[in-house]
């Protein structure tokens, strides 16, 4: 590999400053990265700076009084400043470029990068929730169009790394690890008046806000145990998931034989990233390393699922099937966001998603539409509950 064309779908957020970084490293090695285009939702000061470094051709800027206030600025070259759904759906599939790296959060990214398989593009994803409403579609789509989807979510990057040249038909399980996140050794009483602030108290993974209070529930790894049964094609009964506090081992295969394969690393986005850009080749860099002698105590538990009602609501909702896990992943979205707006209380957030499973009348066999007519009829479900 030495040349390579990237686009980056929310490049202003924590995946997508990463993916820069990595870039960075990249170019450091001799290896020739285009960046496309960047995109934005209306963080137009760290969009600007990121165009005057890596000299996008394109910007997509989705906030249109940002947008307006982004084409106020000076810039050194010629760069086609776009906004709104459609130029953003046209630059994904239209534009030549190599792989486009999905680093938005949420819901928004599954119509872009389906966009994107459709035109044959290659897929980075770091987006959960994609998978998680619409996995077997997306599977579908990847097979007609002849493209792949490498896995950027630590635990399906280690999975991915695992099985390589392995038959996927000899895997017994696979075990994702979770850090238990800032709650692991709270009660129930203690995180019944939790704050943000306590809530996005990471130990160890530093994060965007939701991705965070998703892992403070553990809905992150609901989300990820429903990703990795699409990505993987695997049986629910073949996906466990283990507590891991220090986030070393990101996650392990075991075979019918009884072997088990693991990927290790020090917690940090920009090797899953790096993988996922330059996969199936390994390139040098000077990313953290692990000393196991001061990293030396790997531990494990079993995850309190009373405690954690989110991982069971998320694996009740794939076991049931159809269209619940579509209404698991916006019940879900609508509660953090009215946690971070002090709206409702930290353990009100599986309540209000338990709900929304319970008054679900589900689709099983569902197309495309029926994915955005429920994801918008559950949020407004949530909302007539207030
Ligand atoms: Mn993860």
């Known amino acids: 590999m030495d040349k390579l064309s990237i686009g980056i779908l929310g490049s202003t957020g924590s995946i997508g400053q990463s993916t820069l970084e990595v870039i960075k490293n990249l170019k450091r090695n001799n290896i020739q990265v285009e960046v496309k285009f960047l995109t934005t939702f209306g963080n ?12 996008p051709e394109y910007v997509h800027i ?8 982004f084409l106020g600025f000076k810039l050194p070259y010629k760069l086609k400043v776009l906004t709104g759904q459609d130029e953003l759906l046209k630059l994904v599939s239209e534009v030549e470029y190599d792989k486009l790296i999905v680093a938005v959060v949420g819901f928004n990214a599954l119509t872009p990068t389906i966009e994107a398989i459709k035109s044959g593009k290659k897929i980075g994803l770091a987006n959960k929730e994609t998978l998680v409403v619409a996995g077997k579609i997306i599977n579908e789509l990847i097979k007609n169009h002849k493209t792949e ?7 399906h990057s280690a999975i991915f790394q695992c099985i390589i040249g392995e038959d996927r038909n000899k895997i017994s399980k696979i075990i994702l690890t979770a850090s238990g996140g800032p709650f692991r050794n709270k009660t129930i009483d203690e995180i019944k008046d939790a704050t943000i602030k306590d809530a996005l108290a990471h130990p160890n993974w530093n994060m965007g806000n939701k991705i965070t209070i998703d892992s403070a529930t553990m809905m992150n790894k609901g989300l990820e145990v429903i990703e990795a049964k699409w990505i993987f094609n695997l049986k629910l009964e073949q996906i466990e998931v283990l507590i891991h506090p220090q986030s070393i081992i990101h996650s392990l295969v075991e075979f019918i034989d009884g072997s088990v394969k693991a990927q290790l690393g020090i917690p940090n986005m920009k090797i899953p990233i790096q993988y996922a850009i330059t996969y199936p080749e390994r390139i040098a860099s000077d990313f953290p390393r692990i000393n196991f002698l001061e990293n030396n105590v ?4 079993k995850p309190d699922r009373e405690k954690f009602e989110c991982l069971e609501l998320a694996y009740h909702s794939i076991r049931e099937g159809g269209t619940y896990p579509v209404v698991l992943n916006a019940a879900n979205e609508v509660a953090v966001e009215m946690f971070l707006n002090k709206k409702i209380k930290f353990l009100d957030i599986s309540k209000l998603i338990k709900i929304a499973l319970e008054n679900h009348k589900p689709i099983m066999n569902y197309e495309i539409e029926h994915i955005y007519e ?4 559950t949020r407004e479900f949530i909302f007539n509950l207030f």
Do not use: A, G, H, Y
């Open 62 to 69: 989705s906030d249109k009084e940002k947008f307006n206030e």
């Open 44 to 55: 137009i000061e760290r969009i600007r700076t990121q165009v005057l470094e890596f000299l």
């Open 149 to 155: 989807i490498i896995p950027i979510d630590s635990e």
């Open 298 to 301: 790997l531990t494990f538990e």
């Open 374 to 377: 429920v994801d918008k009829k």
